[in-house]
């Protein structure tokens, strides 16, 4: 429902490691008439460790914040070859196909991508292309927004249907989109891939970025240790 934000933005280096950052929101309001916290698990490593059969190598610990009647939820996802990545932003319910990714000569192929997924399921919804539907739909439907970036190490020359800002190319999905009198298209997604050319101009800080993620891993190993001993003393 509209009573969702969800965010992912992506960073890829010129080795192919990077990392996403994602924030999922709910509405206050949404949680509060809600059986289940959303948020309840994020808090539990063991939430992801099978991820890091998916090309992760390291999570932080989820931080959670409120603000304008929604409650957040953002973490990050470290990986050392995006070539070896997958994502579901599904919560592992499949409803949604994993999301894949190819880095090779200066262009980064997102394969089933959140959005274009999100678009295509709209396009079928046969609900959708009904005005009356839409007008029914409009008040759960205020507030959506979801958005997909990614910052590559050189300026973007090409990214169909996604806005480029020097290094990143990005869009965002909101209610508006969905309320339409003609269901959303983001184009060059029809075939469920988005392309990202762009001219390599090698590192923004390579040590930075190298300092960053080896801290990430050590981090990401302390959080699992810590887990695992907690869940001794509870037994």
Not at 71 to 91: H, M, R
Request: with cysteine.
């Amino acid at each position: 429902t509209g009573c969702v934000k969800f965010k992912q933005a992506w960073t890829v280096q010129p080795d192919g490691s990077g990392k996403m950052t994602m924030t999922l929101g709910f509405s206050e309001q949404m949680l509060a008439m809600s059986d289940e916290d959303p948020f309840a698990d994020l808090d539990n490593p063991a939430e992801m460790l099978d991820e890091e059969d998916n090309g992760w190598v390291a999570f932080t610990q989820p931080k959670i914040t409120t603000r304008d009647g929604f409650k957040f939820a953002t973490f990050t996802g470290y990986f050392e070859d995006i070539n070896q990545v997958s994502f579901s932003g599904d919560g592992g319910n499949g409803e949604m196909d994993a999301t894949t990714y190819t880095l090779a000569d200066g262009t980064l192929t997102v394969t089933n991508g959140m959005l274009g997924q999100a678009v295509a399921s709209m396009a079928e919804d046969q609900q959708m292309q009904d005005p009356q539907t839409r007008a029914m739909m409009a008040p759960m439907l205020q507030g959506l927004e979801m958005t997909e970036s990614y910052e590559v190490f050189g300026n973007v020359t090409d990214a169909e249907g996604f806005t480029a800002d020097g290094r990143t190319a990005a869009t965002t999905l909101t209610a508006d989109d969905m309320l339409a009198d003609t269901p959303p298209k983001i184009a060059g997604l029809d075939d469920g891939n988005l392309t990202i050319r762009f001219d390599p101009a090698g590192w923004a800080d390579e040590a930075g970025w190298k300092k960053e993620l080896a801290d990430a891993k050590a981090r990401w190993e302390q959080i699992k240790a810590e887990a695992a001993a907690e869940a001794i003393t509870t037994e």
